[in-house]
């Protein structure tokens, strides 16, 4: 028996530099992601299964698939395997407790209070940050609050939307908060458990690519932004900060994660503690020249 004449079924295509140099690209043209010499092998998995699907035989076909897709849909599902969803309730706790204690009260005042997750994968940071605006006794809170919760991957945001989250993805959540924000339900077959109505009318959910053109004339006064300038080159991660921070109210607060950082660019927020920025007043800017 030839043995090198096998094509072992469920093998991968091999990735020429060429193919990988295209691809790459593709990803940091239209997401700004940065995939380096290092994620060759990540690339190769993950793009290898949606080509089987496509019963494409190598990943030059996959390019000129993906580029000749004018919908979107094909670059939306390669972003979608290229960067990752993990998320959690209560995500790096600290946020949500320097939320509740220091940002809350200031914002007590305002009649509109406006918050956004920008990379909110499946809707677990937004309704943690709900939860705790509730929780701060802000009775009025579902009235005045609005979050937006934006991510680029639709097939996430189709499950924060639903609201309905599996009993083992909840464990970040207090017992208290639990009973009061949730009710168990049995979605698929599996013990689940759905957000009340009155904390999903708090969250907006809607598919934005940050590398787009971002909401015109928007303004909040916080933003999260966590776990998502991993994926983005220097550059993009300095031109991101600088979009983003323009749609914060002077004084508004910036997250994000705590294994980022914002030491290698340049961005006029000020560093208060670990992973957490807040824009000056007007008037601090205007006087230090940033105005
Ligand atoms: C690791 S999750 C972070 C979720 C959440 N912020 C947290 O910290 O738990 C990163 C999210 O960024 C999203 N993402 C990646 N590139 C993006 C882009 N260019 N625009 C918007 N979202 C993007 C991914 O779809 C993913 O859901």
Request: glycine share 6%.
């Amino acid at each position: 028996m030839d043995c090198s004449r096998v094509r072992l079924t469920g093998s991968l295509p091999a990735l020429s530099d060429r193919e990988y140099e295209n691809i790459s690209r593709l990803a940091h043209d239209h997401f700004g992601l940065d995939l380096g010499d290092s994620k060759r092998g990540l690339v190769a998995a993950r793009l290898g299964k949606i080509m089987r699907q496509l019963s494409l035989e190598s990943f030059q076909h996959y390019y000129e698939y993906v580029k000749a897709d004018r919908s979107g849909a094909a670059l939306a599902a390669m972003v979608d395997r290229l960067t990752t969803n993990h998320t959690s309730f209560f995500r790096e706790p600290k946020h949500f407790e320097y939320l509740r204690k220091c940002i809350f009260p200031t914002l007590r005042t305002l009649s509109r209070i406006h918050i956004w997750s920008a990379a909110c994968s499946s809707g677990e940071e937004p309704y943690s940050i709900a939860m705790s605006l509730l929780e701060e006794s802000f009775q009025e809170a579902a009235a005045k609050v609005r979050i937006m919760a934006t991510d680029i991957s639709t097939r996430v945001l189709e499950k924060a939307k639903r609201g309905v989250y599996e009993a083992d993805r909840i464990d970040g959540i207090p017992i208290a908060l639990l009973q009061r924000y949730l009710v168990p339900e049995r979605a698929n077959g599996a013990n689940s458990f759905r957000f009340r109505d009155d904390i999903r009318s708090m969250i907006g959910f809607e598919h934005l690519n940050l590398m787009a053109k971002l909401p015109e004339g928007y303004r909040c006064s916080v933003i999260f932004c966590r776990n998502i300038m991993i994926y983005f080159d220097r550059s993009t991660q300095q031109s991101l900060v600088k979009r983003l921070s323009l749609h914060l109210e002077d004084g508004g607060y910036f997250f994000i994660g705590h294994s980022e950082s914002l030491n290698n660019i340049t961005h006029d927020l000020d560093y208060i503690s670990p992973a957490t920025y807040r824009k000056p007043e007007y008037a601090r800017r205007a006087q230090n020249g940033r105005g």
